[in-house]
């Protein structure tokens, strides 16, 4: 008797790893998350008040005295050649 050849199937399954910038965004979004809890923290610890400013007087009384300035010597200017014909 003859011999039957056998029949093998062989698959090949490709695959591809995909990478996305997801990652980037989502730490962008959790550091912004974080700073605005921080900021709610902080009003809530404060009392929801600002730090009192110091009052600023009504009338301001400021005097500046100059000190004398000599003016400076200035050398006398030469007269024009006269002109000549």
């Given at each position: 008797?003859?011999?039957?050849?056998?029949a093998t199937s062989s698959s090949t399954t490709h695959t591809t790893e995909r990478k996305s910038?997801?990652?980037?965004?989502?730490?962008?979004?959790?550091?912004?998350?974080?700073?605005?809890?921080?900021?709610?923290?902080?009003?809530?610890?404060?009392?929801?008040?600002?730090?009192?400013?110091?009052?600023?007087?009504?009338?301001?009384?400021?005097?500046?005295?100059?000190?004398?300035?000599?003016?400076?010597?200035?050398?006398?200017?030469?007269?024009?050649?006269?002109?000549?014909?």
């Amino acid at each position: 008797m003859a011999e039957q050849p056998t029949a093998t199937s062989s698959s090949t399954t490709h695959t591809t790893e995909r990478k996305s910038g997801s990652s980037a965004w989502l730490a962008f979004l959790v550091g912004g998350l974080l700073v605005v809890v921080a900021i709610i923290a902080w009003f809530m610890m404060s009392g929801g008040q600002p730090a009192e400013a110091p009052s600023i007087p009504s009338e301001v009384d400021v005097n500046v005295t100059a000190p004398e300035i000599p003016a400076p010597s200035v050398p006398d200017v030469p007269s024009p050649a006269p002109p000549s014909n």
